[in-house]
């Protein structure tokens, strides 16, 4: 790993003073548990590490009956033990328990999870099927980013120079709503997914599904909304026949990745089966 | 590059040692230390046999600079695990009862994930056994002697679920 400069702000106004006081080569750390690997690749070496170590009031998890507010420096670990998260989200749960490995839960960050935007990843899909949004804060101005538009492309987002990702925003689910997350790796032993698919299915008393929210992560360069696979359930009744429909638009609608977790062929395969799944589990999920 | 000052809570003893930034902390307890109980291996966070314990959770020493590690906070490393009057702590008498190690170089990962699972989670299942170490690789034994060990420790019935 190359040196670098070690700098501690206190506040995240100076900490992004200190990424736009340093140019380029100044890179902010939350834990590091996904940059330091980078670093010692030497596929990234910052000239200015920003350390949010001493940056207080970002982890916290705080629900107040219409929206979850997660803080950037939250560990996937306290996601995964929350309470209230358990009883109101158990989509984020399900998901929670999965990343990575336990040390990693316990050291990683949910913020740096986002802004580091690697494709193998649990939390970005999962949450873009439920809505979220982040808080981007520079000086004393913040803005509001759709998930959506937070991810560009492999390992970069839309935040610029000196912002900070300070806050995670996920609208609760309507009562009519069910969400999911379902993660394939291709074997027990592997810390990353091959695919991800986040979904929230809105169901009438008639068992007819009037709204649909699917995600797909880990198989794309960046997660993807699959609108087809949505549309084809739009409508239509809560159906093993019509969730295999779905499945089949979502692996036609997107261009997978294809590399050494798996083909793109072998991906649209599995986007099929998983998606019908995860439909199948929201189903039970809605049934209770 | 500067190196700093920084303060190590080791064991329960302090360390003021100067480090450059780049200095990961697997590498501040080996080589600055001396305690070389705690291993090198895949240095990407996989396999787990830099693990150590900070503030009582199950953490992977490579992934991790040292200047990271906050004044107030307490390190374990295997060293500083013992019984209660002294020699080998429970878990560890239970590793070797069953036999749960051959070469081992990941066997002080193992025991202290193994501390900080059975702290949260003093009568785990097997499957949950099993989950706990995710994060730990062993190419000796096949795992089934380490479950075994860690059932044994935690008090309970040893399921000898040799396939």
Not at chain 1, 118 to 125: I, N, Y
Not at chain 1, 137 to 150: C, G, H, S, W, Y
Not at chain 2, 23 to 48: P, Y
Not at chain 2, 85 to 114: D, K, R
Request: net charge negative; proline share 5%; with cysteine.
């Amino acid at each position: 790993m190359r040196n670098f400069e070690w700098l501690e702000p206190t506040s995240v106004a100076e900490a992004g003073r200190m990424v736009t006081e340093n140019g380029e080569g100044a890179k902010i750390m939350a834990s590091g548990t996904s940059l330091l690997l980078l670093m010692r690749q030497r596929i990234f070496s910052p000239t200015h590490v920003v350390s949010l170590g001493a940056v207080d009031g970002l982890d916290y998890i705080r629900f107040d009956g219409a929206d979850l507010r997660i803080g950037a420096r939250t560990k996937h670990r306290s996601i995964e033990h929350d309470p209230e998260i358990a009883a109101q989200f158990p989509m984020i749960a399900e998901m929670a328990r999965r990343v990575a490995n336990p040390q990693i839960r316990n050291m990683a960050t949910i913020g740096g999870n986002l802004v580091h935007n690697d494709p193998a990843s649990d939390p970005p899909a999962c949450f873009l099927a439920m809505d979220a949004t982040v808080a981007a804060v520079r000086e004393d101005q913040e803005r509001e980013i759709p998930l959506e538009e937070l991810f560009v492309d492999f390992y970069e987002t839309s935040l610029e120079p000196g912002e900070v990702l300070t806050e995670i925003r996920i609208p609760a689910l309507s009562a009519d709503s069910v969400g999911v997350y379902t993660r394939f790796t291709t074997t027990p032993a592997e810390d990353r997914p091959l695919l991800g698919v986040g979904m929230v299915l809105t169901l009438d008393k008639d068992g007819t599904c009037t709204d649909a929210r699917i995600s797909l992560g880990a198989s794309t360069p960046i997660p993807v909304r699959a609108r087809a696979a949505e549309e084809a359930l739009k409508g239509q009744p809560a159906t093993e026949e019509v969730f295999a429909k779905a499945g089949l638009a979502a692996s036609e609608e997107i261009t997978p990745l294809d590399d050494f977790r798996g083909s793109a062929d072998y991906r649209r395969e599995i986007i099929k089966v998983i998606v019908r799944r995860t439909a199948m589990r929201a189903l039970e999920r809605a049934r209770g | 590059m500067k190196k700093r000052l920084i303060t190590l809570r080791v064991n329960g003893e302090e360390h003021e040692i100067a480090v450059e930034p780049r200095r990961l902390l697997v590498e501040a307890i080996r080589d600055d230390l001396g305690l070389t109980g705690t291993k090198r291996g895949c240095e990407s966070g996989v396999c787990g046999c830099c693990t150590i314990l900070l503030d009582g959770h199950n953490i992977k020493a490579c992934l991790m600079l040292a200047v990271q590690v906050q004044e107030d906070s307490e390190v374990t490393t295997i060293e500083g695990l013992r019984g209660d009057e002294g020699g080998l702590h429970p878990i560890q008498e239970a590793y070797v009862n069953y036999g749960a190690l051959q070469c081992g170089y990941c066997t002080p990962g193992f025991i202290m994930t193994t501390k900080a699972f059975l702290d949260e989670n003093p009568k785990p299942t097997e499957a949950e056994i099993r989950e706990g170490l995710g994060g730990n690789i062993c190419r000796c034994t096949g795992y089934v002697k380490i479950v075994e060990a860690i059932q044994a420790a935690s008090g309970q019935e040893v399921s000898h679920a040799h396939p």
